[in-house]
């Protein structure tokens, strides 16, 4: 018997009992030993916002429909940031070892069973910190954002909202070859960005944002805005900050209605180009080369060579048991958190 975390209604999350099989000849089973709460995504899901609660998703036409939803409470299960270690393999199994440490995605629960043919291909290196593997599907949605910001070297990049994905964009950008302004409100997450490399930040909570950056770029504004907050205000910004005929990357999970946006000011008269960066797809020019297994597992190969930092984002770990209490502390202070993880090994 497993334990999962459930959403049994709006902003109310509970641990609760999952039954276990036996392996088919080509399975392994995984027993988790982290898994990484999104402060983003899962929240939606959490808060009840998510659309997918709200509407229903037309895959045909990609098209969110009124009628019905595509999927209601409980949502179990809900989650994509784990690492876990091989406890048994299947009678076919050769490629894969009990001990084998496996990042990937299978949502807060205590484990997991998966056909060995994708567990082969996410095996972390031995010696790595098993903490690295629940950034493999978050570092991906960075690194994507970074490839569809198309980034130059020399550039100015402006990141607005510095948790644990605007970090990750952050560090990625200045891997780039970017000078990188990291903006956000919460003056600690201000301090690690600096740590991590960002060149400037700015408090975003004493506004003039647009303004500092433009003093920055001897007026001419970032090369590129990456927004990765899900705030609309903070859309808004970017595009005020960005040069003329630039482009803002928009990666936040914006919910609701777009209230603060006003289209009709830098917007229009700067030409300004709004891309969505979402992890179903990459840029156009990339597809031919890029999917997202190649960017998890570059997110991930780049955390354990050291290039990418993704353990000094860890603010909190606290026992799977404790996922009730987890949400409500990422729902409730979400400015005194960072990254979130429940390690299912502890009792």
Known sequence: MGR??????????????????????????????????????????????NPYLNKRWDEDRRLFV???????????????????EVTEVGSA?????????????????????QKVDRAEKRILDKGADPRIGIFSHIGAIALNVVLDADIHIGETVAVFGLGVPGQLVAQLARLNGARVIGVDGVAARRD????????????ASAGG??????????????????????????MHEAIRSVAYSSRVCVAGFMQGDGVGLRLGEEFHHNRVAVIGSQISGVAPALRHRWDEYRLQRTAIDLAVAGRLQVTPLISHTMPLEQGREAFELL???????????LDAKAV
Not at 66 to 76: A, H, I, K, L
Not at 93 to 113: F, M
């Open 4 to 49: 999962m975390v459930s959403f049994t209604s709006p902003r109310l999350a509970s641990v609760i009992d999952e039954d276990s099989r036996p392996l088919e000849s080509d399975e392994v089973r995984i027993a988790t030993l982290y898994s990484g709460i999104s402060a983003g995504t899962e929240l939606t899901a959490y808060r009840g916002t």
């Open 66 to 84: 009124d009628g019905s939803t595509s999927f209601e409470y409980p949502v179990n299960g809900w989650g994509y940031e784990e690492v876990g």
């Open 93 to 113: 199994v050769t490629t894969v070892a009990i001990g084998d440490v496996i990042w990937g995605t299978w949502g807060h629960r205590s484990e997991t069973i």
């Open 192 to 203: 690690l960005a600096l740590e991590l490399g960002a060149d400037e930040v700015i408090d």
């Open 209 to 234: 944002v647009a303004e500092r950056i433009r003093e920055l770029t001897d007026n001419r504004g970032a090369d590129v805005c990456l927004e990765v907050t899900g705030n609309y205000a903070a």
């Open 331 to 341: 729902d409730g202070a979400p400015r005194d958190v960072l990254q979130v993880v």
